[in-house]
Nanobody, 131 residues
């Protein structure tokens, strides 16, 4: 597993915003696809948004228009800006780095579909949206 560290989660009220960070260590994000995924207790992993090294991006339908994925290459960090959060967004959010893929949507959805079968998802960062 490529080493990444998620941060930025927390407790936020409905309608609020959070910015998650994914810091990569020991490798350059310039050469990798980076994705954000989430999982609620008892639920399957699902793709949120993925960023390709070639500039392509993918957003899950629930994320489109609310979330923005971006790269800060100098800092070797990928961000996920989340706006207008809903209680349905409550989950542990994971950052995953993977090899370059010709189709970012396919990479994103296939990675989520693997779920626990892909191995360790790391610690993630907890997002709780509640009044």
């Amino acid at each position: 597993q490529l080493p990444v560290e998620e941060s930025g989660g927390g407790l936020v009220q409905p309608g609020g915003s959070l910015r998650l960070s994914c810091l990569a260590s020991g490798f350059s994000i310039n050469s990798y696809e980076i994705g954000w995924f989430r999982q609620s207790p008892g639920e399957k992993h699902e793709a949120v948004s993925c960023s390709s090294s070639d500039g392509s991006v993918y957003y899950a339908p629930f994320a489109k228009g609310r979330f923005t994925i971006s790269r800060a290459n100098v800092e070797n960090t990928v961000f996920l800006q989340m706006n207008n959060l809903s209680p349905e967004d409550t989950a542990t959010y994971y950052c995953i780095a993977d090899r370059r893929h010709p189709n970012i949507e396919a990479m994103c959805t296939m990675t989520a579909g693997l779920g626990p079968r892909r191995g360790s998802w790391g610690q993630g960062t907890q997002v709780t949206v509640s009044a």
